[in-house]
């Protein structure tokens, strides 16, 4: 009984305050279900998008270092070929110091055997001259021409090598009351020594020598001076020889 009458006024109670001061009470709504799945459905998308972003920097990651790795094991393999290579250039810079050396021995054997020999005829009597002009003699007749310095075409002997040569060249003819017989060496252009003889008849001969000091490609020859005759007995003669290379 007592509880009903204070349930009563309770309810006179509430009833007295909505009627006095208009207070309604609401029903409380229900919540968003649809909102609350977008976002989480949001999230969920966010979160796939930040795990690809993540595999793919660990990806690039690996593959960096993958490609680090290589080029750390080609710079490796590149000092190694640099190293052999450098290997090789030193050998052959060895073989070629070698081989410049053998060059240069077999060069000094070389230039230490020049010698030549010829006649102005081979195997018939020939005579030559007089000429307008100074003619270089042309002794083809070759019978030593050891280190081919002696050219029989031209006539000339090129020095292979800076040294003392020894030339010597005689000139036989038969007398005349007009022209001489001999012959003048030349080195290049300048007139050195001369062989000479004039006699009205008869068989006459002249000769001469001398020590040259020649640089290498210094030219010598004889030109002819009046007349020169040469036979089978090769009588005129242009030869020379090393004496020592310097």
Known sequence: MKISVSFTLLLLLLGSVSASEGVEIQPTSPP?????????????????????????????????????QLKTEVDKQKTEVDKLKTEVDKQK???????TEVDKLKQQQLVQQVAFSASLGEYESVTIGPFSSDTTVIYKHVQTNIGNAYNP??????????????????????GDRN????????????????AYEKQAEGFMSSSNGVTLLLEVGDRVFVRLWGKAYDNVNHQTTFRGHLLFPM
Do not use: C
């Open 93 to 99: 810079t060895e073989v070629d110091r070698q081989k």
């Open 32 to 68: 968003d279900v649809y909102a609350e799945l977008r976002e989480i459905t949001a999230s969920l998308v966010q979160l796939k998008a930040d795990m690809r972003f993540l595999q793919t920097q660990e990806q690039a990651a690996q593959q960096k270092a993958e490609v680090d």
């Open 153 to 174: 075409t031209t006539g000339e002997f090129t020095a292979p090598v800076r040294g003392a040569y020894h030339f010597e060249w005689t000139v036989v003819a038969h």
């Open 179 to 194: 022209y001489p017989s001999g012959g003048r060496l030349f080195k290049n252009s300048e007139r050195l020594f001369a």
